[in-house]
């Protein structure tokens, strides 16, 4: 349904937190017909907004901030990937941004819902950016928590590209996906989430560390800010088995990203390493309970 007034499109997934968030649909909503709750509008400040299931997903104006951090962050850090999962993702970005690494070699991206797939297509040209035209990712349309519990393939990194801990999104925050990932993992490997907002779901957060830890030996945490996501800073997990992935000295990331010279807004290599200093309040959330 195309809604031709203006209207204002509200942020309902934080509600259980007692917090909302409107953006200005000029031209109004526009709903797509899919399995989840699926829409799109265009506003003055973030450009063209994807929403599902009653939060924000993209926005055009600030995708680069989350996709570059999703996917250069684990890249730079790892340093030789050659075979990514993508879990979640359909929009399409940090396929984007995995494919200007020149190592590596396949990406397969596991989305439950085809129409976002579309609708990126469609609507998201400058997010996508040609990334499912290119014969290095392969699209799968399945629960990504049924694709790691099932697949013989194996990666070097796992990246969740999830939306918020409700509906389908639900079960790829729990253990049993977790361990998914981890079987699927090379030696070496790594996994990336996104983690939400610290300060508005604190013991959400606690739990979700804990959870990670149920499965992996290292589990760290870095920050980035994306204007749209509301709330204070976003976490987003970084998990191995290999501590080291988390502290690789800054003179090698600065080696790493000078040797594919990408041009990049957000992430650098100064930045990949500040990523990771946590203020205390999302620190003291997220370190391991004492024994
Ligand atoms: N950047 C976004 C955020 O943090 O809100 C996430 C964007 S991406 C559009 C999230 C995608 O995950 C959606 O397209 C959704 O269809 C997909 N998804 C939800 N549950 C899934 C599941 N169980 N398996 C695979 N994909 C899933």
């Avoid at 399409?92 to 396949?106: D, N, Q, S």
């Avoid at 290095?136 to 194996?154: M, P």
């Amino acid at each position: 349904m195309t809604k031709s007034e203006d209207c204002w499109v509200v942020e309902t997934v934080n509600d259980p937190s007692g917090f909302r968030t409107a953006l200005k649909a000029v031209g109004g909503l526009k709903e797509v017909d899919s399995q989840q709750s699926l829409g799109v509008f265009d506003n003055p400040t973030f450009g063209r907004v994807m929403v599902l299931d009653g939060a924000y997903q993209i926005t055009t104006a600030d995708e680069f901030i989350y996709h570059e951090m999703m996917a250069h962050v684990p890249a730079f850090a790892h340093g030789t990937l050659r075979h990514v999962l993508v879990i979640g993702g359909g929009d399409g970005g940090v396929a984007r941004e995995l494919l200007r690494h020149p190592l590596i070699e396949t990406i397969t991206l596991v989305e439950i819902d085809q129409a976002v797939v579309d609708l990126a297509k469609d609507h998201f040209p400058t997010v996508c950016d040609g990334a499912f035209d290119d014969p290095r990712l392969t699209v799968v349309i399945d629960d990504g928590a049924a694709f790691v519990a099932n697949t013989d393939a194996r990666f070097d990194a796992v990246i969740v590209d999830a939306p918020d801990p409700v509906g389908a999104g639900k079960v790829l925050f729990e253990a049993p996906f977790y361990a998914g990932c981890h079987r699927v993992l090379r030696e070496g490997g790594v996994l990336v989430t996104q983690s939400g907002i610290p300060f508005l779901t604190p013991q959400w957060m606690r739990d979700h560390a804990a959870t990670l830890r149920q499965s992996f030996g290292s589990v760290r945490f870095f920050l980035s800010t994306v204007p749209s996501y509301t709330g204070g800073p976003m976490a987003h997990s970084f998990c191995s088995d290999d501590p080291s992935l988390a502290n690789v000295d800054a003179a090698t990331i600065k080696a790493r990203a000078e040797a594919l010279g990408l041009a990049m807004r957000y992430w650098t290599p100064t930045l990949h390493g500040a990523a990771f200093a946590l203020p205390r309040y999302v620190d003291e959330l997220v370190a391991p309970a004492s024994p």
